[in-house]
């Protein structure tokens, strides 16, 4: 069974760092596109970042420049550094494993494995 976890929330203060691993088992994660999505109370699930299986990678506009994708040395991970964290970057932070087509990388239901999520908080 495919399960992914993600590890690596927690509280920090506006401006600090944090890292969130994604590791996957049952499948090898160098052949899926990997994202991070997340979700603040009351809102839907939005795209975050995500790496392709080429290695590319593509970020929503509000992490661009802050945040950064990339898979791990350690087989079958995938990190999510977040630097600068602001306030509004407060959410359940879910990475998602899947091989969507470029126009559709942002979209949620193109990706077929979840992890359970992890909770970043970040206070003013």
């Known amino acids: 069974q495919v399960q992914l976890v993600e590890t690596g929330g927690g509280l920090v203060q506006a401006g600090s760092s944090l890292r969130l691993t994604c590791t996957a088992s049952?499948?090898?994660?160098?052949?899926?596109?990997v994202a991070w999505f997340r979700q603040a109370p009351g809102k839907e699930r939005e795209f975050v970042a995500t790496?392709?299986?080429?290695?590319?990678?593509h970020y929503a506009d509000s992490v661009k420049g802050r945040f950064t994708v990339s898979r791990g040395n350690v087989r079958n991970t995938v990190y999510l550094q977040m630097d600068t964290l602001k306030p509004e970057d407060t959410a359940v932070y879910f990475c998602?494993?899947?091989?969507?087509?470029?126009?559709?990388?942002?979209?949620?239901?193109?990706?077929?494995?979840w992890g359970q999520g992890t909770q970043v908080t970040v206070s003013s």
């Open positions: 998602a494993a899947g091989r969507p087509i470029l126009s559709a990388i942002r979209a949620p239901n193109m990706y077929g494995n």
């Open positions: 049952e499948i090898t994660l160098s052949t899926y596109g």
């Open positions: 790496i392709r299986q080429t290695g590319t990678t």
